[in-house]
């Protein structure tokens, strides 16, 4: 039989977390923010649930071909614009829209003779120095974008640097910047990600981008998706390969790091780095089995996490486990790993198969009963 170590993905969530992010910005559009293979939740399985969503974002034009290679025809921007002016053709062929970040893509569209996309935003730094065009430009590049052929719609976008924190000065500085930088220009705004959605209402304009809110993931650090009312969009599950006993006073896995005081039941769970899960865990970091929160032991190896079964008297081989998702919030674990849930969902490897949970409204419809897709 094939190795259980599966990603179930739950489109249902991520439609009820869209609604969510409405619900925090009535006023505005949504992008979904979909890079990364939908944070790692994958196009094909998340896409179709995301089909109220206003438009799009990606970062980059092999991630854009692949929505349009699902047959998807929404409107896509291109986050971080492109780079060589080859790209540019193919920007056009897909249908995208474009970020422009940088004086020499705004010189680059221009040489490029016609207006690539059917709308452009212009991208400006207010304050967290990564992209982004510098404020004092903006009205001047900005004219030279809607003097191009067609006279395309220019909007106006920023990023900030630490929106997750809510009496956070920088933000309020970045917003105050932003609007002087456009002040007068027309075009639509769009400022907020996930953390400034939930955090800053200043910063919610004709648009927001919401990414990891869509994934039932919260971006506040101390808060759970599910305090905010979000689904989680991903259970990762394995299963027990062994239940072993380990005397006391003996150590566990690799480096002897754990050492069993008493004598423990321990769990061999079909789960390692090699998988995505995180080596960086500490001992003591949560696992799901059944109803029964069990608790690592020992370091986690390529395909193996090692968990102390004591107050799961009934666990027995092949026993389905829970790394993360319904029941256990990725954000813990993500604590435990020293890292941001973000990570821990978008770099789950090849080995990890995935397999979407029915739509609730198909079942519900009778007619549009679609097999569970069992792909990689
Ligand atoms: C990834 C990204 C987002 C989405 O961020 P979340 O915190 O996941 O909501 C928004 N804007 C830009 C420019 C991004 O790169």
Same mark, same amino acid.
């Given at each position: 039989m094939a190795r259980n170590t599966l990603a179930r993905i739950d489109p249902d969530a991520v439609a009820h977390n869209l609604e969510i992010v409405r619900r925090h910005a009535p006023d505005s559009r949504v992008m979904a923010v979909v890079k990364a293979d939908a944070y790692g939740h994958r196009l094909d399985l998340v896409l179709p649930a995301l089909r109220e969503a206003d438009m799009l974002a990606v970062a980059t034009i092999d991630e854009a071909r692949a929505i349009r290679r699902l047959g998807n025809r929404q409107a896509v921007l291109l986050l971080e614009g492109v780079l060589d002016p080859s790209d540019l053709a193919i920007v056009e062929s897909l249908g995208l829209e474009l970020t422009l970040h940088h004086p020499d893509q705004v010189a680059m569209v221009e040489r490029y +003779?016609?207006?690539? $996309?059917?709308r452009l935003w212009l991208k400006v730094d207010s304050g967290m120095h990564r992209l982004g065009v510098e404020p004092h430009r903006a009205a001047e590049l900005h004219e030279r974008l809607r003097a191009l052929p067609g006279a395309p719609q220019v909007n106006l976008v920023s990023h900030f640097?630490?929106?997750?924190?809510?009496?956070? +000065?920088l933000v309020q500085r970045q917003i105050a910047r932003f609007d002087k930088a456009v002040q007068g220009l027309d075009g639509e705004h769009c400022l907020a990600n996930s953390a400034a959605i939930l955090?800053?209402? $200043? $910063?919610?304009?004709d648009w927001v981008r919401a990414g990891i809110l869509l994934y +039932?993931?919260?971006?506040?650090? +101390?808060?759970?998706g599910a305090e905010l009312g979000l689904e989680p969009a991903m259970t990762l599950e394995a299963e027990l390969m062994a239940v072993n006993r380990v005397p006391a006073g003996d150590s566990i896995g690799y480096g002897a790091r754990f050492t069993a005081e008493r004598e423990l039941r321990v769990g061999v769970v079909s789960i390692g780095y090699g998988d995505g899960y995180p080596r960086s865990v500490v001992d003591g970091t949560p696992v799901r089995v059944g109803d029964c929160v069990c608790r690592v032991v020992g370091r986690v190896s390529m395909d193996m996490v090692t968990i102390d079964l004591a107050g799961c008297p009934e666990a027995c081989t092949g026993e389905s486990v829970v790394l993360w998702g319904r029941g256990l919030p990725v954000e813990t674990v993500a604590e435990c790993a020293d890292t941001i849930p973000y990570e821990l969902v978008c770099r789950l490897t090849r080995r990890v198969r995935y397999r979407a949970l029915r739509s609730r409204a198909a079942a519900e419809d009778g $007619?549009?009963?679609?097999?569970?897709s069992l792909v990689r």
């Open positions: +003779g016609r207006t690539p $996309a059917p640097a630490s929106a997750e924190d809510a009496d956070d +000065g955090n800053h209402p $200043a $910063a919610r304009r +039932g993931i919260s971006p506040l650090v +101390g808060r759970t $007619a549009a009963i679609r097999p569970i």
